[in-house]
DNA sequence: GTTTGTGCAAACTGTTTGCAACTTC
DNA sequence: GAAGTTGCAAACAGTTTGCACAAAC
């Protein structure tokens, strides 16, 4: 069988076997701009008999790789997406539902300043937005 | 039955009945420091005899009607805790799992910033903070 | 041929719900 | 006494695990 190289390469560099559940996990989780969830990627992978425990297991693994992350915004289930080097957070609207990357950012100055006033050393932070995304905000004026 | 009277006001002055695993619930979270699950409050609360489905269905509606707040931290279970008027954020310690309120926080400008460039409505935001706590920043110190 | 991954079914865990008995007001 | 709350048992949803077979290397 033939996959997308771009995947078959990302797995053979962190030792995984390249099996068609994996290169296709990869595929959607990079083509979709949003976090996914187990279940968001099962309605594609089903369809080539992939099990969602079998999902759950790659899953895992890859985050553990550090190739994906997971990100738990407060429902029902996790999420997950492909890891980057960029430092973003994440927007969530009230809306839609949509998920969408924030990339504004002035934590380091305030890292240094709880490590300064507490003592605490801050490793890694992450924000959740909640809102109304553009597209809504302008939903909703034109409605009035 | 006689209860605690601050805990007796705040539930008549939101129209809930006064009984003694409610009473209890607030009186447990107000008492500590730090979120807690249900489970952690059933800890206390089964010495009464209440169950763990009644701690749930206080929970929730406590929350919708803005008494608490919960938690997700992306672990197994949620916390919650009594809801102030004071704006704070958590942050988690990689070491011993202490949860610590931090204070500090520069998102008003930050939130005007994302409404600017990118036209999002932000009407709050999470942050949650991971790293070593000064406890124990020192305690490694001095193993060293 | 050894190691690792897979599908299936069953288990597990945090949370929710149906219901009849009981409290609160 | 009407409305709301409780304990218990059973259900539920997302996730994990045991196992025998199969695919990858």
Redo the contacts between chains.
């Keep these: 069988m033939t996959y997308n190289e771009k995947y078959v390469s990302i797995l053979r560099q962190h030792d995984f076997k390249v099996t068609l559940p994996r290169v296709k996990l990869l595929e959607i989780l990079d083509g979709s701009g949003e976090p996914l969830s187990a279940f968001d990627i099962h309605k594609t992978l089903s369809k080539h008999g992939t099990d969602l425990a079998t999902i759950y297991r790659s899953l895992s693994k890859f985050v553990e790789a550090g190739l994906l992350n997971?990100?738990?915004?407060?429902d029902e289930f996790?999420r997950y997406e492909l890891a980057t080097n960029e430092h973003y957070h994440h927007?969530i609207?009230?809306e839609c539902g949509k998920v969408?990357k924030?990339h504004?950012?002035?934590f380091d100055?305030?890292?240094k300043?709880?490590e300064k006033?507490?003592?605490?050393?801050?490793?890694?932070?992450?924000?959740?937005?909640?809102?109304?995304?553009?597209e809504c905000?302008?939903v909703a004026s034109v409605a009035h």
Excluded: T, W
Aim: aromatic share 8%; proline share 0%; net charge positive.
């Design positions: 997971k990100i738990d915004f407060g996790s927007f609207c009230n969408i924030i504004q950012c002035n100055k305030l890292s300043d709880i006033v507490a003592g605490h050393k801050v490793l890694s932070h992450e924000i959740i937005f909640r809102g109304i995304c553009n905000v302008s």
